[in-house]
């Protein structure tokens, strides 16, 4: 069976940091490009990270850059997402997202709630 499972997210001050995981299981992500998108509440799901099949091309959205950091373990089934400096407008439902052109298949985990509080 297919999965992706975040973990990690939960309530945190504004200037603090997190470190999401999202474990793979039913395939392998080194086939796949992995990205992390959030939802903030009353907004739209959207991107934050996105990083290669070998972790060499990183992508981070203009909100994140500098204080997030993407990275990946294929030996390990693992995707990460190191949060630094949290701002109050990072609060939203982290998601986890495995894509790949040479699979009909895409995959969303079920997503982990971070707050950040004043």
């Known amino acids: 069976q297919v999965q992706l499972v975040e973990s990690g997210g939960g309530l945190v001050q504004e200037g603090g940091s997190l470190r999401l995981s999202c474990a793979a299981s039913g395939f392998s992500i080194s086939a796949y490009s992995m990205s992390w998108y959030r939802q903030p509440p009353g907004k739209e799901r959207e991107l934050v990270a996105g990083i290669s099949k070998s972790g060499t091309n990183i992508h981070y959205e203009d909100a994140v850059k500098g204080r997030f950091i993407i990275s990946r373990v294929n030996a390990e089934n693992t995707l990460f997402l190191q949060m630094n400096n949290l701002k109050l407008e990072d609060t939203a439902v982290y998601y986890c997202?495995?894509?790949?052109?040479?699979?009909?298949?895409?995959?969303w985990g079920q997503g982990t709630q971070v707050t950040v509080s004043s």
């Open positions: 997202f495995a894509s790949s052109h040479a699979s009909p298949s895409d995959y």
